[in-house]
Antibody, heavy 121, light 111 residues
Framework: QLQLQESGPGLVKPSETLSLTCTVS??????????WGWIRQPPGKGLEWIVN???????HYNPSLQSRVTISVDTSKNQFSLKVRSVTAADTAEYYC?????????????WGQGILVTVSS | QSVLTQPPSVSGAPGQRVTISCTGS?????????VHWYQHLPGTAPKLLTF???NRPSGVPDRFSGSKSGTSASLAITGLQAEDEADYYC???????????FGTGTKVTVL
């Protein structure tokens, strides 16, 4: 059974960089059959897509976040990561990592439990 | 910022049928992209309910069914149960954003 687990600091100061890691178990992150992504949910609001990274290393970023966000992968650790630079209180959210079941017209078939990140001084 | 619009809430009595609409545009649902639905309980991981408009992953009851027409889609829940009380989100792909998009979310209440 595939499992994803987010990890990282729960509190980040304004203007700093938010860094999260998603550890994948029960399957290889290198498989060409799947791709990976990040989604977030601010308190009291809906789901917001952040970024998709496809098996060929191409990426699609939410245009509203693209200038501040980077996704990367470490195949040796079966992990992928998210960095959000210059954070503000608006970046406070539950952050989820997920697997994309296909690259064309993708959907998310496995999700992590989520990690709450609060931006505050 | 969501480009897919859902009603904020729907409710129904146990055993009833409820539907949740998801309205998009010609750059996403209307462009022929599939619609997928998720169930989300607070504090848990969102769960894929349907994919590719009306396919269910293994383990999802056939009480949940999706459909799509034009620039809109719907999720129907028949035989409503107390355990169905949750938030529901539609999701598609948008060729203007060149990425995934989620609906605004609908809270289902079982009366």
């Amino acid at each position: 059974q595939l499992q994803l687990q987010e990890s990282g600091p729960g509190l980040v100061k304004p203007s700093e960089t938010l860094s999260l890691t998603c550890t994948v178990s029960g399957g290889s992150i290198s498989s060409s059959a799947y791709s990976w992504g990040w989604i977030r949910q601010p308190p009291g609001k809906g789901l917001e897509w952040i970024v998709n990274m496809y098996y060929d290393a191409s990426t699609h970023y939410n245009p509203s976040l693209q200038s501040r966000v980077t996704i990367s992968v470490d195949t040796s650790k079966n992990q992928f990561s998210l960095k959000v630079r210059s954070v503000t209180a608006a970046d406070t959210a539950e952050y989820y990592c997920a697997r994309l079941a296909r690259t064309v017209d993708p959907y998310f078939d496995y999700w992590g439990q989520g990690i709450l990140v609060t931006v505050s001084s | 910022q969501s480009v897919l619009t859902q009603p904020p809430s729907v409710s129904g009595a146990p055993g009833q049928r409820v539907t949740i609409s998801c309205t998009g545009s010609t750059s996403n649902i209307g462009a022929g992209y599939d619609v997928h639905w998720y169930q989300h309980l607070p504090g848990t991981a969102p769960k894929l309910l349907t994919f590719g408009n009306n396919n269910r992953p293994s383990g999802v009851p056939d009480r949940f069914s999706g459909s799509k027409s034009g620039t809109s889609a719907s999720l129907a829940i028949t035989g409503l149960q107390a355990e169905d009380e949750a938030d529901y989100y539609c999701q598609s792909y948008d060729n203007n954003l060149n990425g995934s998009v989620f609906g605004t979310g609908t809270k289902v209440t079982v009366l």
